[in-house]
């Protein structure tokens, strides 16, 4: 009998990176395939070809043993394939059946919407995954966990041969996840083969049948998961062997200067994907790099969002203390007037006014000290705009042109260079070189250790961990919104990171 | 080495050229309607009716009351909203003013002042209700329009109440009638000396102020705006009081000039202030846009509606006339270069 579904050699290029390379995947009919790898590894283009999001690629694909080539997701569909992604995509002002059968309503005879029958097949279908959930209740309403439940059921009802779930545990509670995996073996039973990504190794080893490993666009390795143990997926998926060495940190920095202590935050209206602080303690000094890491949904954004006083209201516990004084941010003038500046992880939509010159987007933050009385002297901000961009390197023609025609490297220094014209003490930096070419890159770190030699504090969230590596001196891992590990950089390495994000390490005790 | 360089940089200069024509295209359109202004104006003797300095005088005056309400709505529209209630609050101040003056024998200036507070207040109300509770300004000044006219009708006792001067007792003060007055030899319009004086302070305002880049910012990209520590709440309560208090101002101007405060003045006054300000290049998304071109936005549809007149043409024609003149400015915009 045929394989369910077999991908051969496929391959995958978005411009000058290789995003998958001859890669061959086969999912068996009652399978649970795990598919691995870390960000960019490849594992979430290769699923967008199956499920035909993406449809030009190399290669081949088979369902059944019979050639397909979807021309787009309903071809895919049509073929019995269903994938839930990450970001959920429901519709949060319809109703949880009416999300369930989104663009497919049940009909009366005379063609009006059969709200009934809907309702009463979406409790079923919310049943049989042991969900007790109102089938007429706004989507809005749930619980992020439970909305990703809804989903779960919406794919389940397209009764689909193949289902791809990415990351599909991440907000739910253990007892919803125990249930997930009590729908998962029953489909299984039922015969469908399950695409399962995760980044969390205890469930897979309960779940999954079998497992492969993305590196860098390219087939690593396929194995029983009940068989490797996690040091040994680790090491496959990073390419190096793992060494794990805990130590404290460098103390040869300089003075204290931010410590946060249990910071908790219970927000009143919880936001779908967001993990606010949950018992993050932490410390940095003047003049050190500290880095943060985590899984995405691990909490790192939602961090400086807090310690910058952006996220949204809600009741916050711990403490923060900036130079031994506690504060309460409040908000960017409260947390710029303190010495905390905040540079955001998108900087189209958080960052820039991108039809506004370069001399506007990078003195807005100072404004009131250019002149008197609220007037602007146009020689003291054209000063201070020019020192900066002489100070970043910012490749430009004039600084009237709109910011919107650098490059993204060069937008981002613009960014970093308003926050420094505040002249902050800790600045807090969330994905800074996301979309920046390799030589803007490379002057982003510079400008970071010439920071931090002058004695500014910087806390860098990232997911990149090379760049976590090889930038700071000390990383913290943020695990489900709080903190379960520390690393000196200079005895430990990607592969630690990696490892104490996705929790296999036993970390009680370390600081 | 030179070669390339000039290859670069004639683009570079031919989108500067292209881009000071659409930013002052109001001035141009301005300069256009001007022009066709004096080809179909009608003659008399030999002379050019609508060059006269009478009726240039005339065109500006006319435009005065919807420009100082334009000035307003150019600072809302510039941080992204809108402000409907610019005419009910018009309407509100032209029947304080007759009130406290005629029926209440209150002096000049304590009747000016607590008319301008009152504009001032109502906006930043409104500021309020739109920033920090954080409902739409169309919605909030939608409701606004409503209020302003039902104070407006109970303040009145629901009709106009005529000014006449003098220093008895129900008559308004002589000093106020000077509003109306012309200066400069009987030529110029003391309403267009008061919508000069706004313009300029407008344009003067938005170059030097620190306020302004705040404002610019927030239109811009409000979140962007916010993380950067730019007082978001501040600067909209503040821009929503500047255009109330603007809006009473053209109130009390257009008190004088018609010599009664009516509750029903001052309707749909708001859209031609949007259309003053949208003609002039002003970008409804917010962010992008000048006083400067609004005050051009003005004076083009003031222009048009005077050479219309002139040559008696039916008013309705002239709705058409004036609504595809929006179209075509809101068209021009479309061709904008951006980034």
């Known amino acids: 009998m045929p394989d369910l579904v077999r991908m051969s050699a496929i391959g995958k290029r978005y411009g000058g990176v290789q995003a998958c390379h001859e890669v061959d995947f086969v999912l068996g009919a009652g399978e649970v395939h795990a598919l691995l790898g870390e960000n960019g590894a490849g594992k979430s283009t290769l699923m967008k070809i199956l499920s035909g999001d993406v449809t030009e690629y190399a290669g081949s694909i088979a369902i059944n043993g019979a050639p397909v080539r979807f021309g787009g997701p309903t071809d895919a569909q049509a073929a019995g394939i269903a994938m839930i992604h990450q970001e959920l995509d429901l519709v949060p002002g319809l109703s949880v059946a009416d999300n369930i059968f989104l663009g497919r309503e049940l009909r009366t005879p005379v063609r009006t919407v059969d709200r009934r029958r809907m309702e009463r097949e979406a409790r079923e279908l919310l049943d049989r995954s042991g969900v007790s959930l109102d089938p007429r209740r706004p989507v809005g309403e749930l619980r992020v966990g439970e909305q990703q439940l809804v989903t779960i059921a919406k794919a389940i009802s397209l009764d689909a041969r193949v289902l791809i779930m990415d990351e599909p545990t991440s907000a739910l509670t253990s007892s919803e996840v125990e249930r997930l995996f009590d729908v998962i073996r029953e489909l299984r039973t039922g015969g469908v083969g399950i695409v399962y990504i995760s980044h969390r190794m205890e469930e897979i080893a309960k779940v999954a049948d079998r497992a492969t490993v993305l590196r860098n666009g390219k087939f690593v390795t396929s194995f029983d998961p009940r068989e490797l143990s996690t040091a040994e997926v680790v090491e496959a998926m990073v390419g190096r062997p793992v060494q794990t060495m805990f130590t404290t940190p460098d103390s040869d920095t300089g003075d204290e200067l931010l410590r946060v202590e249990n910071l908790k935050l219970k927000a009143r209206r919880p936001r779908p994907g967001r993990r606010d602080p949950d018992g993050i303690s932490l410390t940095v000094r003047a003049g050190e790099i500290v880095g943060l890491a985590g899984l995405l949904g691990a909490g790192r954004t939602e961090l400086l969002e807090t310690l910058y006083g952006v996220a949204p209201g809600g009741s916050r516990t711990g403490r923060i203390l900036l130079q031994g004084k506690a504060i309460l941010p409040r908000g960017p003038r409260h947390a710029l007037a303190q010495g905390i500046g905040f540079v955001p992880e998108d900087r189209r939509t958080s960052g820039l006014v991108l039809f506004h010159s370069i001399l506007a987007n990078t003195v807005v933050s100072s404004l009131p000290s250019y002149g008197r009385l609220g007037v602007i002297a146009r020689r003291m901000e054209r000063a201070a705009s020019t020192r900066m961009a002489d100070r970043l390197r910012l490749k430009f023609g004039r600084l009237q042109d709109e910011v919107g025609t650098l490059s993204g490297g060069n937008q981002q220094k613009v960014v970093f260079g308003r926050m420094l014209l505040t002249e902050p003490k800790l600045l807090l930096l969330d994905e800074p070189t996301r979309g920046v070419d390799v030589g803007a890159k490379a002057e982003i770190y510079r400008l970071l250790g010439e920071l931090a030699a002058q004695g500014l504090g910087v806390l860098l969230a990232s997911s990149e961990l090379p760049e976590l590596v090889g930038v700071c001196d000390r990383v913290v891992v943020l695990r489900d919104g709080r903190d379960v590990a520390s690393f000196s950089t200079a005895d430990s390495g990607e592969g630690d990171l990696l490892a104490a994000a996705m929790g296999h390490l036993d970390v009680e005790g370390v600081q | ?339």
């Open chain 2, 1 to 339: 080495m030179t070669d390339v360089q000039d290859r670069v940089a004639a683009p570079a200069e031919k989108t500067s050229v292209a881009a000071t024509l659409f930013r002052f295209q109001s001035v141009f359109g301005l300069i256009v309607v001007f022009v066709a202004a004096i080809i179909f104006s009608p003659r008399k003797n030999g002379e050019i009716l609508f060059v006269s300095a009478d009726n240039l005088a005339n065109v500006v005056r006319a435009v005065s009351e919807i420009g100082i309400i334009a000035v307003g709505m150019t600072f809302v529209i510039l941080i992204g909203g809108i402000d409907l209630s610019v005419g009910a609050v018009l309407g509100l101040a032209a029947v304080g003013s007759a009130v406290l003056m005629v029926e209440n024998d209150w002096g000049f200036l304590p009747s000016v002042v607590l008319v301008l507070a009152i504009g001032l207040v109502f906006g930043a109300l409104q500021g309020v209700a739109t920033a920090m509770i954080g409902i739409q300004s169309f919605i909030v000044t939608l409701a606004g329009l409503q209020i302003a006219r039902g104070l407006a009708r109970i303040w009145s006792g629901g009709q106009g109440v005529a000014i006449a001067y003098g220093d008895g007792p129900k008559e308004a003060p002589t000093s106020f009638a000077l509003l109306g007055e012309r200066t400069f030899g009987g030529l110029v319009p003391i309403p267009v000396i008061i919508f000069a004086v706004v313009a300029i302070a407008a344009v003067v305002f938005l170059r030097v102020s620190a306020f302004s880049r705040h404002l610019y910012a927030v239109g811009g990209n409000e979140k962007a705006a916010r993380l950067s520590g730019v007082p978001v709440v501040r600067v909209k309560i503040a821009v929503f009081a500047i255009c109330g208090l603007l809006a009473s101002l053209a109130g009390i101007v257009h008190a004088v000039q018609l010599n009664q405060g009516s509750p029903n003045d001052g309707i749909g006054y708001e859209l031609d202030a949007i259309a003053a300000v949208v003609i002039g290049g002003t970008s409804l998304a917010g962010g992008r846009g000048s006083v400067a071109g609004t005050v051009a936005g003005a004076l083009l549809l003031g222009v048009l509606n005077n050479i219309l007149a002139l040559n008696n043409i039916d008013s309705n024609i002239q709705l058409l006339i004036k609504g595809l003149v929006i179209v075509a400015a809101a068209a021009l915009q479309r061709l904008r270069p951006t980034s």
